[in-house]
């Protein structure tokens, strides 16, 4: 049986393959588009089908595991170590891969949302084909709106959330893989309730 070193780095590990492999994706992503005409570096020029938009939902939901995994470290670490001393018997890879697994269920539906807003963005011709905004009033507006959205009470609640691990394990605590499950998306969507309007 590990040690609990043993199941630390474990976990490590998991989180380690799982960001590189996001990563890996989207520098392999970027350079494949810096390659291509910007013209047909996404179907900017025509009204894009299904599998544009799932390939649009792919794509945000890997830059989110790639960006926001790392910042969830620290809780899935603390976690996985409760889960351990709280099961001497049993390992806590099980629980511990649900709650990350319910956390990116939660950024994997924002990436959703993302990708409609985006759709609906290229319909309205709102973005360039390089994916930038057409609009300076557009732009401006996003930039203040998440500027506004900092110092709201949602904003400070979420992050008052996601800045205290140990406090939302001791009051949001559910055994099992099943309540990992139900903590990984409890935790996700107060850091999505802390992001969104930054993305």
């Known amino acids: 049986m590990l040690t609990v070193r043993g199941d630390r780095g474990a976990v490590i590990v998991m989180l380690a393959a799982l960001v590189g492999a996001s990563w890996g994706y989207l520098v392999y992503l970027s350079r ?3 390659l291509m005409d910007p013209m047909l570096a996404m179907p900017m020029a025509r009204t894009w089908s299904v599998t544009d938009l799932l390939l649009l939902w792919l794509m945000w939901s890997i830059m989110m595991v790639a960006m926001m995994l790392p910042s969830a470290a620290p809780m899935i670490l603390l976690f996985a170590s409760i889960q351990r001393s709280r099961r001497e018997q049993a390992r806590p890879y099980v629980p511990t891969g649900f709650f990350i ?12 949302l993302a990708a409609m807003v985006q759709w609906g963005m290229h319909e309205a011709a709102l973005l360039s084909p390089g994916m930038v905004s057409t609009s300076a009033i557009l732009g ?50 107060y850091c999505v309730g802390c992001c969104w309007m930054l993305m």
Not at 101 to 110: A, D, E, H, K
């Open 32 to 34: 494949e588009m810096a």
């Open 101 to 112: 697994g319910g956390y990116i269920l939660v950024w994997g539906m924002y990436s959703i």
């Open 140 to 189: 401006g507006s996003l930039l203040v709106g998440a500027g506004l959205f900092q110092f709201t009470p949602l904003k400070d609640a979420c992050l008052s959330t996601c800045r205290s691990p140990v406090n939302f394990l001791s009051t949001q605590w559910r055994e099992g893989a099943r309540g990992g499950w139900a903590m990984g998306i409890r935790h996700g969507a």
